[in-house]
């Protein structure tokens, strides 16, 4: 079983940065992906980033593509979303994702485990 642990969040004001970690520990990920999504207070969890474990391979929502970057460190089993030119609608409760796949990266039902989220409001 993978146990996710995310911290990062906070408040951060429209045009700045905050990255996100999570931290995974469990059996290895090799096989995984790991992703990112976000939930706004009365709308759905949508997907935001995903990164292939092994092959390292990003996918983005076209709402963040060229703003956030997600990358992982092997040696420390953890994933980070580095957020850069924050707008207003990025504020939510962000949550790490596991799913013992590498198809289907986009879609929240998809995926085995979950953190327990963090909050990133953006506003000035």
């Known amino acids: 079983q993978v146990q996710l642990v995310e911290s990062g969040g906070g408040l951060g004001q429209p045009g700045g940065s905050l990255r996100l970690s999570c931290a995974a520990s469990?059996?290895?990920?090799?096989?995984?992906?790991m992703g990112w999504f976000r939930q706004a207070p009365g709308k759905e969890r949508e997907f935001v980033a995903a990164i292939r474990w092994s092959s390292g391979g990003t996918y983005y929502a076209d709402s963040v593509k060229g703003r956030f970057t997600i990358s992982r460190d092997n040696a420390k089993n953890t994933v980070y979303l580095q957020m850069n030119s924050l707008k207003p609608e990025d504020t939510a409760v962000y949550y790490c994702?596991?799913?013992?796949?590498?198809?289907?990266?986009?879609?929240?039902?998809?995926?085995?485990?979950w953190g327990q989220g963090t909050q990133v409001t953006v506003s000035s």
């Open positions: 469990g059996p290895p990920l090799g096989r995984y992906a």
């Open positions: 994702a596991a799913r013992s796949s590498i198809l289907a990266l986009s879609t929240p039902a998809r995926y085995d485990y």
